[in-house]
């Protein structure tokens, strides 16, 4: 990769001193991507925009938000009421969050199916879940600045979970909270991180798409570039690509924004918070609802370790498993497209984390899908134990037994069969 | 550093003089970044003016037998139940392997007909019901958590469900005998 000439004297003036236009033009213009790329690949670049516009919608908003127990909820109202387009960057806000997740829960999808996290790309899929982690720390304490009785009661949920540490967990939930209950000090501090956080969001993300450009992008064949047939420039190809897929995104974002705004929130967040009444029915945001349905399955004692410290770590151990699958697979083929078994699995996974999702928004004594004698408790269970399942019994096993279809010799031979198959 | 001589290595006083300059250097600094950091950490934890709020005086005059109320200490609610004889002999007569969190009745109250405890479910924090007349008061006659389903009795013990600890018992001082300080 030659360095380019610049021909504009300033420009090459600027570079010569900081070599930022170099940089640029080499990850944004030059990057060589493999040519085969599948819209499935559209969602990084979305979740980055996505990043972009909760930090804008996010700065416009703070200069209307009041962070006290006795004022935030009027102020959201005020933002909502009488601020100019108060409602509507309110809305885009509350709306980009589940975008945010929407299109960073495909991404993740689609690099377990590509096997995207396999080597070499085992930082920049760590760096990843660092993201997710950091994404869900953002959004909780962003859902309790309205200061409605979902913000409080999620809150108080949240927070105790940390008590069920034996030894520092009451003087660890008294130190996030500032106080005895979630209160005035812990608006104030959630509102602090939640300001900060964004912008280390921001610092992963540089990091990920560096760790990107490091080992470049994967692929649906799972081959890696070979020759320079088998790529093509970042620029005109996926810029364009990325700018339609953009498009649609801002449709599917817009048609919440504008006519169903609060389809994704609790009603019950419009109503202040109050510390004396907990709602019959306690839900966090759609994006937790599987995560919030394994810490709720666990409702018994294994070793004498209780069932409140267990679901804890289960729910905790649920992510900080994605972090050991680049060794726990052992299959050498990347891509499910080649996978005949695997595939199946990847598809049974993905319904287990829909139906842990439908079990995290039910009553625990409800019924499955009406389904009589089947709880929800009972199926939250199942779903818990195939999502552990999956990654520690069917990853290292399917990979050892299956015999994967044959790859292709490079990105350009599988390009060129399907366009004759085509 | 790049002229360590490899023969004499342990033996070189002056080697040995920067190594301990080196570590005693390091060590200084990471205490002295501790004792910086702790400041901020400490900073988050309860302020003076929150724990001065930390008792509060009830009139207990007007709450007729068989009734409960809940008042405010440190920002949750306090069940103040004044039991009835039934409810007292309930609590009294639960053989103590029969529970989770095993705590005998007079070991929770002062007075047995009022029972004093934090309204706070151990399990993640709710507030449960049971407190005013009418609410659901679970399968023990105490308080009933509609979070995640926590039964308490009347003692205010935790009988069924998740939460694995009895209501808190705050401290208590009773000034005269319609009258108590919480905290």
């Known amino acids: 990769m030659s360095a380019p000439v610049w021909n504009n004297k300033v420009v090459k003036w600027v570079d010569d001193r900081l070599p930022i236009i170099s940089m640029l033009h080499h990850s944004a213009y030059e990057y060589p991507t493999p040519k085969n790329l599948s819209y499935m690949w559209n969602f990084g670049s979305l979740a980055g925009f996505v990043l972009v516009t909760m930090i804008l919608s996010g700065i416009f908003l703070v200069m209307n938000y009041t962070p006290h127990t006795s004022m935030a909820f009027e102020s959201v109202e005020r933002i909502m009421r009488d601020v100019n387009y108060g409602w509507l960057i309110r809305y885009i806000h509350m709306n980009g969050a589940s975008m945010f997740f929407i299109a960073v829960f495909i991404h993740i999808f689609r690099g377990l199916y590509y096997g995207s996290y396999k080597a070499p790309r085992e930082m920049l899929w760590w760096i990843g879940i660092l993201i997710l982690l950091a994404m869900m720390a953002t959004a909780f304490m962003g859902y309790v600045l309205p200061w409605g009785q979902m913000s409080f009661w999620g809150a108080t949920v949240i927070t105790n979970l940390f008590s069920a540490f034996p030894v520092i967990g009451d003087p660890l939930v008294t130190w996030l909270w500032g106080g005895f209950s979630v209160d005035n000090p812990t608006l104030n501090r959630f509102f602090s991180l939640h300001y900060l956080m964004p912008f280390v969001i921001l610092g992963l993300v540089v990091l990920h798409v560096w760790a990107l450009h490091s080992v470049r992008s994967n692929n649906p064949t799972g081959v890696e570039i070979k020759t320079p047939q088998d790529s093509i420039p970042f620029h005109p190809y996926y810029t364009i690509k990325d700018l339609f897929g953009l498009g649609v995104f801002l449709i599917f974002f817009s048609a919440f924004v504008f006519f169903a705004p609060d389809f994704l929130g609790h009603p019950d967040n419009y109503i202040p918070a109050n510390p004396l009444v907990t709602p019959p029915h306690i839900v966090p945001e759609w994006y937790f609802l599987p995560f919030y349905a394994i810490l709720r399955s666990i409702d018994f004692t294994i070793f004498g370790i209780p069932a409140k410290l267990l679901g804890v770590l289960a729910m905790f151990a649920s992510i900080v498993i994605l972090f050991v699958i680049p060794w726990l697979d052992t299959s050498k083929v990347r891509s499910s497209k080649f996978r005949p078994v695997y595939k199946w699995f990847f598809w049974l996974f993905v319904i287990d984390t829909f139906v842990l999702g439908y079990c995290g928004a039910k009553a625990p004594d409800d019924y499955f899908m009406g389904i009589e004698g089947l709880k929800v408790i009972v199926m939250g269970q199942l779903s818990t134990l195939y999502y552990f399942v999956h990654f520690l019994v069917v990853m290292p096993l399917v990979g050892k037994l299956e015999r994967p279809k044959p790859l292709p010799a490079s990105i350009s031979e599988s390009v060129l069969k399907e366009g004759a198959n085509a | 550093m790049s002229q360590t001589v490899q023969s004499s290595g342990d033996h070189n ?54 009734q409960a109320i809940k008042v405010m200490w440190r920002g949750k609610p306090v069940f103040i139940r004044h039991r009835t004889e039934r409810e007292i002999n309930e609590a009294e007569e639960v053989a103590l392997n029969e529970l989770v969190d095993p705590q005998a009745d007079d070991a929770r109250v002062e007075k047995k007909e009022w029972l004093i405890v934090v309204g706070v479910c151990t399990h993640l924090g709710c507030i449960p019901m049971g407190t005013a007349t009418g609410e659901a008061r679970g399968d023990y006659d105490g308080w009933y958590c509609p979070c995640h389903g926590s039964h308490y009795d009347t003692s205010g013990r935790i009988r069924r469900g ?10 208590y001082t009773f000034l005269t005998d319609t009258s108590v300080r919480i905290g």
């Open chain 2, 13 to 66: 006083p002056d080697e040995n003089r920067r190594d301990f300059l080196t570590l005693a250097t390091t060590a200084v600094g990471v205490v002295g970044t501790g004792m910086a950091l702790w400041p901020f950490v400490d900073s988050m934890n309860p302020s003076k003016d929150v724990l001065a709020l930390a008792s509060v005086e009830v009139n207990l005059s007007n709450i007729p037998v068989g």
């Open chain 2, 162 to 171: 998740p939460a694995p600890k009895n209501l808190e018992v705050p401290t």
